[in-house]
């Protein structure tokens, strides 16, 4: 069956750190996208991508990147680790641009700490 | 920008019982809207999806409804169980220049005692 994982499930790590999140999909989907969910702010756009090579900003993109180089894996890299980033991340992935039926996967999450 | 509100924050219920949540929008200019599932600790699940241009969606004991114009939708669960518990996200998707980004609440928690 298709899936989308994130890997690792748990970080802690300390500031000032590089760090990287994977995102792996096996629906051979076009969209991609990363949001961090944070207590009283719900779930918040980071990152996202409507193909390989394609990479936009979402409303919280500072101190993140991402590159595209295959259709199936998004990572999501912290460059100097803050403890502002503590929070849940989720992976999602989505079909295509323009079908109104579309519907996002979401992956299980990874729950990061900066100490 | 895209405001997404639902109310109430937190609801506990017991068992049995007819239920709705709330979920308002700021922005009448979407594709869909979903109802999405997250249980502790796991990712989100989807339950329903409501085009734009359709009223209302069922599953089983849920039913979601969306008046556009209005800005709203209401999630309605039939006859509560415990397994029901978990946190109830509605995401908007904006038609324009950000193709299927969502725009999320903030959930309503929701506790379903036996």
């Known amino acids: ?115 | 920008k895209q405001e997404v509100t639902q109310i109430p924050a937190a609801l506990s219920v017991p068992e049995g019982e007819n239920l709705v949540l709330n979920c308002s929008f700021t922005d009448s200019a979407i594709y869909n809207l979903q109802w999405f599932r997250q249980d502790p600790g796991k990712g989100l699940t989807s339950l329903l999806l409501i085009q734009s241009s359709q009223r209302e969606q069922t599953s089983g004991r849920l039913n979601a409804s969306l008046d556009k114009s209005s800005g709203r939708s209401t999630l309605y669960i039939a006859a509560s169980q415990p397994g029901d518990s978990a946190t109830y996200l509605c995401a908007v998707m904006n038609r324009g220049s950000t193709l299927g980004r969502l725009y999320f609440g903030r959930g309503t928690q929701l506790t379903v005692w036996p």
């Open chain 1, 1 to 115: 069956d298709a899936e989308i994982t994130q890997s690792p499930r748990h970080k802690i790590t300390e500031t000032g750190r590089q760090v990287t999140l994977a995102c792996h999909q096996t629906w051979n989907h076009n969209n991609m996208f990363w949001y961090r969910q944070d207590l009283g702010h719900g779930l918040r756009l980071i990152h996202y991508s409507y193909g390989v090579h394609d990479t936009n900003k979402g409303e919280v993109s500072d101190g993140y990147s991402v590159s595209r180089s295959n259709t199936e894996d998004l990572p999501l890299t912290l460059e100097s680790a803050a403890s502002s980033q503590t929070s849940v991340y989720f992976c999602a992935s989505s079909e295509t641009e323009r079908d109104v039926t579309d519907t996002q996967y979401f992956g299980p999450g990874t729950r990061l700490t900066v100490l």
